[in-house]
C-alpha cells in the first residue's frame, strides 16, 4: 500500500502529540527544551535529543547544509558528542553558559527552512525508511500499521520491532497471518515491556500505547480525520 499524503501528515500528528503534546507546525522546528528525563536537550519538530544522537545526526546535517547558523554550531558539536546536555534537567536553576548559548542558537536555526531540511531528512532516513521497509518485509499495508511500527521505531530504536515480534506467536501477513491480528499482538508485546521496564520514566510511556489501541478500537485503520489522540484534534 502507497500511503496518502494525508495518512502520512496523520502519523507525523499523532506521533508529535506523543513527544510534545501537540501537532507539529512551523514553529515546531525551533522547540528546544531540557526535560527531566536524562535525554538532554529535546528539540525540534521530532523532538531529537542529545543522549540518543539524533541530535549531533541534525546539527551535523544542517552544518553540511550550510546553515545561517552552520558557524557558530560547530563549537558545539564536541558537548553533543559527550552528551553533556544529559548532566541537567529541567529543575537545575542554572544552566551553564555554553549551554544556554547553545539552547538560544538552536532556537534560533528553527526558523531556517535548511534546519528544517535537516531534521526531516534525518528522521526520514533514520526512522520513517526503516520503519517503512519493516513494514513491507512483515506485509503490513494499512496507515495504522505503519503509525504503530513507526512510533515504535521513534520511541525505542528500529531495532525494538525485530525484538518484540520475537515474543508473541502470531503469524506476519507476509505469512500468511491476519494484520489486525498480529498488529494487536505487537502491541500488545510493547505495552508490557514498557510497563516492565527498570526506568519509572519508560513505564509511564504506556500512554502511547493506550492511545493507539484506542484507534483500533474505533476501527480507524485508514487514520481517516478528523482524528482525536489524546484530546488534541488532528485536522
Known sequence: MSLTEQQRHAIDCVVAIFETGK???AKSYGTCSILNDGAGISYGKHQCTDKAGSL???CKRYIELGGQQAEPLKQYMNYLATNESAKYNNVVANYPAWLNS???LLKSA???PLMKQAQDEVFDKNYWLPAENQCKEIGLKTA???LVVYDTCIHSGPGRVGILRKTFPEKSPA???DEKAWVL???KARRAWLASNSNELV???VYRIDAMLEIANANNWDLNTPLTVRKVKIA
Open 23 to 25: 501537532v507539529p507546525s
Open 56 to 58: 549531533d545526526l541534525v
Open 102 to 104: 547553545l539552547i538560544n
Open 110 to 112: 528553527g526558523s531556517d
Open 144 to 146: 495504522f500499521s505503519h
Open 175 to 177: 505469512n500468511g497471518g
Open 185 to 187: 499482538a505487537l502491541l
Open 203 to 205: 513505564q509511564r510511556t
